[in-house]
């Protein structure tokens, strides 16, 4: 597999860089802010005939979406595509599945990388825009512009993520569970969200996250900005919702015609 690196960076406005905590972080933050967490595209792909390998996409066409398209993805996709971006940039990086409050087995992920030393916890399908240490004994803070993450340790070497605001906002995010998974094993997983029951195939939802917080469009919310003193309503005009995927690709950067196929879907709430 041979990413256009130069090409991603770009993207990401982002330079070549020795693989650092700093690099780290920078390179998490930029996802945040221009590849963005979404469903629409998956949402979209879903309403061609198709099995759950026609629908996946590994990390070349994840890429060639998000510089074309300017989608992104979900956990699965989304977190693949990053750790063949930071093996291409000479960092190491494993992936590891984690728990939610949720019936679903492994309903998320996150990558664990390793440097001098230390563990960070690199994220973006939740997404955590920075590099959030990950200590085995000692609780670890990352402050974002939408919220302050927290990684405390567990018995079982594992990390329970919790997100908190100043409003007084403290929600448990997910548990990290500390064992690598195999290439085989986490793509597995991957096709199984492909399936008709799969998450994050029955809502449009689509964030960016940059230095003013998180902007975050969901159909059973509706537009919104995240930051650290909790989230605000953004109403839109008139104009604007009678022509809701032309707004969103503009708000967004994300290509229309993938809004309208997503949002124009037989089974859309409402």
């Not at 992104?72 to 190491?92: H, K, M």
């Not at 290439?183 to 449009?204: I, K």
Request: some cysteine.
């Amino acid at each position: 597999m041979s990413l256009p690196v130069d090409a991603i960076l770009t993207h990401l406005g982002l330079l070549h860089e020795p693989p650092s905590a700093a690099t780290l972080d920078r390179l998490l933050a930029a996802w945040a802010a221009r590849i963005p967490w979404e469903s629409a595209s998956r949402i979209a792909v879903h309403q061609q005939p198709g099995a759950a390998h026609d629908y996946a996409r590994p990390p070349e066409r994840f890429f060639a979406d998000a510089l074309r398209l300017g989608t992104g993805g979900t956990c699965f996709e989304s977190n693949l595509a990053l750790r063949a971006l930071l093996e291409a940039l000479g960092f190491e990086a494993t992936l590891h599945f984690c728990d939610m409050r949720t019936a679903t087995v492994n309903p998320h992920c996150a990558a664990i990388v390793p440097l001098d030393g230390a563990l960070y916890l690199a994220d973006v399908g939740y997404p955590v825009a920075g590099a959030l240490p990950l200590d085995p004994a000692a609780t670890t803070e990352l402050e974002t512009p939408s919220y302050l993450f927290r990684a405390i340790p567990q018995d079982d070497q594992c990390w329970q993520v919790r997100r908190t605001a100043r409003n007084g906002y403290d929600d448990q995010a997910f548990v990290v569970k500390g064992e690598p998974v195999g290439g085989e094993t986490f793509f597995a997983r991957l096709l199984r969200d492909h399936e008709p029951d799969g998450l994050f195939l029955d809502e449009v939802i689509v964030s960016r996250t940059g230095p003013d917080g998180m902007l975050r469009y969901s159909e059973g919310v509706g537009l919104v900005r995240r930051t650290p003193d909790g989230e605000f309503p953004i109403p839109l005009s008139d104009a604007e919702a009678a022509d809701l995927p032309r707004t969103l690709a503009r708000l967004f950067a994300l290509d229309e015609g993938v809004l309208r196929r997503a949002l124009g879907r037989s089974n859309r709430p409402g």
